[in-house]
């Protein structure tokens, strides 16, 4: 199996402006419009990232992975420094990878799974 991770965006927060809009009643109203209005908050940071999984042997594509990730208006996030959110995100990304493919490794074989996506039991 192989995996290849790419870091494919990143946007750093602005650390004072970001606990401002956090903390200060009216600039988390204009945050929290801007998220509506957006779908991310005022001096937020975010990362992107691509990944995919081939067979090590044939090349054969057996998952892909595209996700991107913005900083939030949670209190306990005001005082972050600048590429604290890309952090998290990068942070995310790695408690998922080794979820997901903990799980393909239990199956037995990563083939018989055709997205690098988890299994719902309905």
């Known amino acids: 199996m192989r995996l290849s991770v790419a870091?494919?965006?990143?946007?750093?927060?602005?650390?004072?402006l970001r606990t401002i809009?956090?903390?200060?009643?009216?600039a988390r109203a204009l945050s929290m419009l801007k998220n509506l209005a957006t779908?991310?908050?005022?001096?937020?940071?975010?990362?992107?990232a691509e990944a995919k999984i081939t067979d090590s042997v044939s090349?054969?594509?057996?998952?892909e992975f595209v996700d991107k990730r913005f900083g939030g208006?949670?209190?306990?996030?005001?005082?972050?420094?600048?590429?604290?959110?890309?952090?998290r995100?990068?942070?995310a990304w790695s408690e998922m990878a080794v979820t997901r493919l903990a799980g393909f490794r239990s199956q037995g074989?990563?083939?018989?799974r055709s997205r690098f996506t988890e299994r719902r039991n309905g």
Do not use: C, H, N, R
Not at 21 to 26: D, E, I, R, T, Y
Not at 73 to 87: G, L, V
Not at 109 to 112: D, E, F, M, Q, R
């Open 59 to 63: 090349g054969q594509l057996m998952g």
């Open 89 to 91: 995100a990068m942070d």
């Open 39 to 48: 779908g991310t908050y005022a001096f937020v940071g975010s990362a992107q």
């Open 21 to 26: 809009s956090v903390l200060v009643p009216q």
């Open 7 to 16: 870091l494919t965006d990143a946007a750093s927060a602005t650390p004072v």
């Open 109 to 112: 074989s990563v083939a018989s």
């Open 73 to 87: 208006a949670a209190i306990s996030t005001a005082a972050t420094w600048q590429w604290q959110d890309a952090k």
